[in-house]
């Protein structure tokens, strides 16, 4: 009997180490037929209807506090990993079937389709997930492949650095933080070979495919339609810190550059360099491509001993750093599959009930914090790069987050649902796993950590550059308290800058840095040096500064 796989891509959008397609070589397939659905409540798909189908157009997708589920900048990222994806097959020989709408009624009529056109016996593989919207898609698909007596059904893991099956341990014993888990996976000999990228695969079946939705080849007019309800394409400026294209070719370009250049090399000073905020070399910006699938966390794994190996660094504190940044990234799908839905709940893993008065999605300060207008020059600063590139430094993250729950006492799903639409490496569990961390609900052991802006403005931002890329409005302010704290400039200036009206001068956001003292324990304060002086070495109560247990 004919065999047939069905692969059904999620959130693994590339040919290198792959497991599926390490399945295709090995097994005795006749047919090959990779599928992507856009997924219908996830993205707006309304726009790809056919005209004669308008009348099956679905509500506008919203989250539960009213921003899109993914914005226009993540979803044109998306099509450039999808086409970047259906190239490399096309050189294959083999065809990628596009599509959209609920995955498993859709697979339910591609299944229909290939058993109608004598396809045999079906195999459908795809990858494992830990979140649980995602887990509840692979039910509803398995449940397509059960009622089909002809269809096998596989998932399979590939998606974290360290493999589930070889921690040790069942997922309910998870240690509740970070570093007992980091130190029972270290020193990472567990991590798998990566695959090599196939270099041929089985014919596709010669069937076409149709439902309601038409997705044109042009990826150009593909994108397009997706923006057109999302407030249009966006046009990211030239000085993003990610202007790399979505795509497993832009992915293995990115790596290859990073490890570039011997002890010169950007992986060689990572540790230093990755508290950074301007130009994109000073950290390795893989993470969308970890994302969407197009770069395995593996594969940088053992290039990264291939780099070290070739210049002496083994042992080295940089590259070292960069799978402890990954081991975050395991770290928090495995804490998604632990805690279920508790990962999207108020009260967090912990269930602490640490604020009932959280404010909401229509308070000023939401609005103002997503705007990038509250008049703190560094939030305000990272909430417009956020807007305009889809992309934001740790660091940046870092200190909004502290900012929108700690200052301004806005829920934090507020704030994890923004960057959920805007981010282009939006990771359901990498994204409520660190908001619920820096709100004091999640895998943090302390739960008052808080970012003082002003500190943390002058220690990552001393001569304003970033404030003033962001804001340029403030670009001709010289004295730092202006540029940090925006209504601090004296009302003559502020005429001179042509500042006076703005918001975040007229009626800034101020939150706890409305406090004086608060505001004088920042260094462009007359004094400040002095005091920092005194405190060097030494975090003061709530305003330690280093990440997690860095
Ligand atoms: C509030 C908040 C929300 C976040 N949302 C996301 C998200 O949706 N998607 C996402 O990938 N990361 C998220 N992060 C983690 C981190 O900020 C980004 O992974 C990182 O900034 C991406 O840039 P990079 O690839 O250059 O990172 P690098 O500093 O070069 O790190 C290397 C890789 O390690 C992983 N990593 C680094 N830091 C973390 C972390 N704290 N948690 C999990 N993985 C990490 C990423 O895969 C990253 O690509 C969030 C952090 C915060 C504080």
Redesign the pocket.
Same mark, same amino acid.
């Given at each position: 009997m004919a065999r047939t796989l069905l692969y059904l891509h999620r959130h693994d959008l590339r040919l290198h180490d792959n497991p599926i397609l390490e399945q295709i070589r090995k097994g005795q397939y006749d047919s090959f037929l990779p599928v992507y659905i856009f997924p219908a409540h996830q993205i707006e798909v309304n726009p790809l209807l056919r005209a004669e189908h308008q009348g099956k157009a679905h509500k506008e997708l919203r989250a539960s506090f009213g921003t899109r589920r993914t914005g226009n900048v993540r979803v044109s990222y998306l099509c450039e990993s999808l086409w970047d994806l259906k190239r490399s097959y096309a050189k294959l020989d083999v065809n990628m079937l596009i599509t959209a709408g609920k995955t498993d009624d859709v697979l339910k009529s591609i299944l229909d389709k290939l058993q109608a056109h004598s396809a045999g016996q079906i195999e459908v593989w795809l990858q494992k997930e830990y979140t649980t919207e995602e887990r509840e898609e692979e039910a509803a698909i398995m449940a397509v492949c059960k009622s089909n007596k002809t269809v096998a059904y596989k998932t399979v893991e590939e998606s974290t650095l360290v493999d589930i099956s070889d921690l040790g341990y069942p997922i309910d014993k998870l240690p509740n933080y970070y570093t007992e888990f980091r130190k029972g996976v270290e020193p990472l000999d567990s991590v798998r070979l990566p695959f090599e990228a196939p270099k041929h695969l089985p014919p596709s079946p010669k069937i076409t495919f149709e439902n309601e939705y038409e997705i044109s080849d042009d990826m150009d007019k593909v994108i397009e339609q997706l923006c057109a309800p999302l407030g249009g394409r966006c046009d990211i400026p030239q000085n993003t810190a990610h202007p790399m294209k979505g795509g497993e070719t832009a992915a293995i370009k990115r790596l290859e550059y990073y490890v570039t250049g011997g002890k010169s090399a950007p992986a060689a000073s990572?540790k230093t360099t990755?508290n950074g905020l301007l130009g994109s070399d000073y950290?390795?910006?893989?993470?969308?491509f970890?994302?969407v699938g197009s770069l395995s966390p593996k594969l940088i794994h053992h290039r990264l001993l291939q780099f070290e190996k070739e210049h002496n660094l083994e042992g080295d504190v940089n590259t070292y750093w960069?799978r402890f940044?990954?081991l /975050?990234?395991d770290y =928090?799908k495995f804490v998604a599959l632990k805690f279920g839905k508790r990962m999207f709940l108020k009260y967090g893993l912990k269930q602490a009930k640490l604020n009932d008065q959280w404010l909401g999605a229509d308070s000023r300060e939401a609005m103002r914090w997503k705007e990038g207008t509250t008049g703190v020059g560094i939030v305000d600063a990272a909430m417009r790069e956020l807007k305009a590139t889809g992309?934001?430094? *740790?660091r940046a993250?870092?200190i909004v +987050?502290s900012f929108l729950t700690k200052d301004l006492n806005v829920d934090w799903r507020i704030? +994890?649902e923004y =960057?959920?639409e805007k981010?282009i #490496?939006? #990771?359901?569990s +990498? *994204?409520y796993? *660190? /908001?619920q961390?820096?709100a004091g609900v999640g895998n943090d052991p302390r739960t008052s950590r808080r970012f003082n802006p002003a500190k943390q403005a002058h220690d990552y931002d001393p001569d304003g550059a970033y404030i003033k890329t962001w804001c340029p409005e403030v670009a001709k302010a010289t004295v730092s308290m202006n540029w940090v704290y925006f209504w601090t400039t004296p009302p003559k200036l502020q005429q001179t800058l042509g500042i006076a009206g703005l918001e975040g001068v007229r009626d800034p956001v101020k939150g706890l840095c409305g406090d004086e003292r608060e505001r004088n324990s920042g260094r462009g304060v007359p004094g400040y040096r002095k005091k920092a002086r005194r405190h060097e070495g030494r975090p003061r109560r709530g305003e330690r500064t280093a990440?997690?247990d860095s």
């Open positions: 990572y990755r950290s390795t910006k893989f993470s969308s970890l994302s960069i940044e990954l /975050w990234r =928090f992309y934001l430094s *740790n993250r870092q +987050a704030g +994890a =960057f959920e981010l #490496d939006h #990771d359901p +990498a *994204n796993g *660190n /908001w961390y820096q990440s997690y």
